[in-house]
C-alpha cells in the first residue's frame, strides 16, 4: 500500500502564488509518474501536471507557464509551484502516482482563487 499526505492548498488573492506538496510512503518498489488532477465545483476531474520518472513532463494548456511541477525521487514527494493564479484555477487538487502495479490518490487540498 502507498499513502499519500498533500500540503499547501488555501485561499489565495488572483495573481497571487502557491505551492503545493505531495509525499508519499509505504510500499513503494519505483513510482513512474507522480503528478498533480484537480477538480472544480460541476466539473470532471482534469490532469494539471505530471511527470515521469526519467524527468519528462506534462502540462494541461491553461497551466502552461505558470505551474511548475518538481519531484525527488529519493524522497518520492512531488510539488506544484503554482504562480499568477486565476479564479478559475479555484479546484480541489488531487495528488496522483502510478507505479508499475497500482494507482494512488490522495485525499485532496483545496485551492481558492479569490479577492
Known amino acids: 500500500q502507498v499513502q499519500l499526505v498533500e500540503s499547501g492548498g488555501g485561499l489565495v488573492q488572483p495573481g497571487g502564488s502557491l505551492r503545493l506538496s505531495c509525499a508519499a510512503s509505504?510500499?513503494?518498489?519505483?513510482?513512474?509518474?507522480m503528478g498533480w488532477y484537480r477538480q472544480a465545483p460541476g466539473k470532471q476531474r482534469e490532469l494539471v501536471a505530471i511527470?515521469?520518472?526519467?524527468?519528462?513532463?506534462t502540462y494541461a494548456d491553461s497551466v502552461k507557464g505558470r505551474f511548475t511541477i518538481s519531484r525527488d525521487n529519493a524522497e518520492n514527494t512531488v510539488s506544484l509551484q503554482m504562480n499568477s493564479l486565476k479564479p478559475e484555477d479555484t479546484a480541489v487538487y488531487y495528488c496522483?502516482?502510478?507505479?508499475?502495479?497500482?494507482?494512488?490518490w490522495g485525499k485532496g487540498t483545496l485551492v481558492t482563487v479569490s479577492s
Open positions: 509505504g510500499s513503494i518498489f519505483r513510482i513512474n509518474v
Open positions: 496522483k502516482v502510478e507505479t508499475r502495479n497500482n494507482d494512488y
Open positions: 511527470m515521469v520518472w526519467g524527468g519528462s513532463t
